[in-house]
């Protein structure tokens, strides 16, 4: 398959700037339409937030302010812009957390994934998400719609089944997570069976290198995308292997774990994902996943920005000596001090007692000048070390557990 999904992948700069211009102020008025976001928004003039500037000017929503607002105002929190019986569909994740889903368009957005990844009509998909409760066997199964593929609406487990089916359809592509594609694969040849698979979508977990290569030694091209069941697709694959594409129905922010804060291209952080979906619109959601934005446009020829996956957890809480360390302290502690470009807490042991290490960018100073800012915003004391701007690792952690538990 040649092409794009449609004319919004290779948009210029410019004209994807003017969109979003005009998009955001739009998204955040049908926002304020859903009660919790209401209250959270009601300073903001949606008119006022034209640009990724004045959208990180915005508070963030992070899972845990979801869950606590479902329980008091279920299901959805009113975090939805409609009824939940408007919705054609309602999911269960674990926490328990409720997500709408409607049969609608592709509502996950999920085709721009699939399209990239090759597949489309002639193609009948082997859907091996889950379809009871959790809505990834749904999204996967509207992004097909999308690309009108034929789906086989398989589902999990029974794997000698899901052979038996696969040779009897003619399954040309997998969906489901990275690594129960070679279940079916090392069942297939055990039965004595050949799978006519040569495309593989996948999401819901790493994949790792050696994974992908042992699916391409049998033919297999895979693909993976970034997605959640509260945002729909956030990045995905194409065929250049460079990073992942943001969606074009989300913005994506990297922000510094524990506050909203951009960080320089590049640099580690967590991602803030703005969705652009009116009837459950996300605004400044955290995911707790870090990533880090990759420089320029894809050499696919896909515009938008792009980020390297999923590269760990933003969300560091330690405890150390019976206290919980959470990186909104750290973001505190290096509010204080201007100078403070970054910050590290370090969980270390000395025989049987635990000791706290805080590492400090800043272009000199004494180490003593911090203890009394480290006590009041970590109430705890630590070892302080002053170092170079620069030389703390780029990994978004900002609390670093290096404790063994062996």
Request: hydrophobic share 40%.
């Amino acid at each position: 398959m040649t092409g794009y999904f449609d004319e919004l992948e290779t948009r210029s700069d410019d004209a994807r700037q003017e969109a979003l211009g005009q998009d955001l102020p739009l998204a955040l008025a049908r926002a304020k339409t859903a009660p919790a976001l209401a209250r959270l928004l009601r300073e903001v003039d949606p008119a006022s937030v034209t640009d990724r500037s004045a959208l990180a000017r915005l508070p963030v929503i992070r899972k845990a302010e979801l869950t606590e607002a479902q329980a008091k105002t279920p299901p959805f929190g009113g975090y939805a812009t409609r009824p939940a019986a408007e919705f054609d569909h309602i999911f269960q994740s674990p926490g328990p957390i409720y997500e709408p889903g409607r049969r609608e368009g592709d509502w996950w957005r999920l085709g721009r994934f699939l399209h990239a990844s090759g597949v489309g009509r002639g193609d009948i998909v082997q859907n091996c998400f889950g379809y009871h409760l959790t809505p990834a066997g749904m999204m996967f199964e509207s992004g097909a719609r999308a690309v009108d593929a034929a789906v086989l609406p398989a589902g999990t487990g029974q794997t000698e089944l899901q052979v038996r089916a696969a040779v009897d359809i003619g399954t040309t592509c997998y969906a489901g997570t990275p690594d129960f594609l070679k279940v079916i694969l090392d069942r297939a040849d055990a039965m004595g069976e050949s799978l006519g698979i040569i495309r593989a979508v996948v999401g819901g977990g790493a994949l790792f290198p050696s994974l992908r290569q042992e699916y391409g030694d049998r033919g297999i091209v895979t693909r993976q995308c970034y997605a959640t069941a509260d945002l729909g697709n956030i990045a995905y694959e194409s065929e250049a292997l460079e990073g992942m594409i943001v969606d074009e129905g989300v913005i994506v922010e990297i922000v510094r774990p524990g506050t909203g804060d951009p960080v320089p291209d590049g640099e580690v952080g967590e991602v803030v994902v703005t969705t652009l979906n009116p009837d459950y619109p996300l605004v400044r959601f955290a995911t707790g996943d870090l990533s880090a934005v990759l420089p320029g446009p894809s050499p696919c020829g896909r515009t938008n920005m792009r980020i390297r996956g999923w590269m760990g957890r933003a969300d560091q809480t330690t405890k150390i000596k019976g206290m919980f360390v959470r990186p909104e302290q750290v973001a505190a502690l290096v509010a204080r001090h201007p100078e403070i470009g970054r910050a590290r807490v370090v969980a270390e042991r000395d025989g049987e007692m635990d000791v706290m290490t805080v590492q400090l960018e800043a272009p000199g100073g004494e180490a003593g000048n911090y203890a009394a800012s480290v006590m009041d915003t970590l109430k705890l004391k630590a070892r302080i070390q002053v170092v170079a701007p620069g030389s703390l690792p780029n990994d978004g952690k900002v609390i670093e557990d290096r404790r063994s538990y062996d």
